[in-house]
């Protein structure tokens, strides 16, 4: 397929362009390249001939117009967004004007693009998304497919938003669209800002690694490259109108991930003392949902996706990577909020 891949140069968003590119797909990847964003995520596909690069922003629906008429894509893979939950807190225009609008924009281009082609029955326009639209767990269930949405944070409130706009344009205008909710995912290119990389650059650097409350807060963790995989499956298998949860069946709190991590760089890079003496406790952030867990039973029954990695697995192949790709990481430590305390409004 020829796949028009938006913010395929974030964390995301490049293990995407880079699965469906070794697996043969033409991807034209849509990138406004945001302090988020970081093309080395995709310097191994670059130069393929299936590869193709579009620097253009999804808030602009002149160039959304421009790149469908230009590659007429068989298919759409909407991913780019604002997605750190702390600066959603400082700045929630952003988020609106990104995740809200930005899908709008999308979906109107997608649907104008369809409509031209005469609408193909084999179009799709896939909307991945995440479970922190669902709000919180208490301490027992799982979020399924028909959880009522309950968002606690600017964020996922413009994530749930651009939910409802996708299911809308089906309703309505019979987009043949595709959902898919996510759990938290992790691996390699995983900005600096997010807690699995800011505990391993905190602990390399030798300093105090940060905890927010209690470290009570419970967390599915899913491996990028599983995520990419399930999405790929999502568009090929997926019912149109339906939406599929894609989880890692691997639940952690924040402090039991954090004393992971620090076992495991123990033993891939020894220091004097154990990393985890680093680990600091620190105050809150605001509305902090206490536990997201997913059902992913319709994917595995539906479409026979199941994730491939363990935790223990995964995070030892991040850890490696990142003690391998200093370069990668440094390059990234200079952008804006990178390395501070964001989101105590």
Known sequence: MKLLVTGGAGFIGSAVVRRAVDAGHHVINLDALTYAACLDNVASVADSPL?????????????LARIFAAHQPDAVMHLAAESHVDRSIDAPGDFIDTNVTGTYNMLEAARSYWAT?????????????TDEVFGTLGETGLFTETTPYAPNSPYSASKAASDHLVRAWHETYGLPVVLSNCSNNYGPYHFPEKLIP?????????EAIPIYGTGSNVRDWLFVEDHAEALLCVLEKGAVGRSYNIGGNNELSNLELVRLLCGILDVQRPAAHSYADLISFVADRPGHDARYAIDATRIRDELGWEPSVTVRQGLERTVRWYLDNEDWWRALQSRDGVGKRLGTA
């Open 51 to 63: 590869y193709t690069f579009e620097h253009a922003d999804i808030r602009d629906p002149a160039a």
């Open 117 to 129: 082609a005469g609408k193909p029955e084999a179009f799709r326009f896939h909307h991945i998304s």
């Open 198 to 206: 800011v505990v391993i650059l905190k602990a390399l650097a030798g």
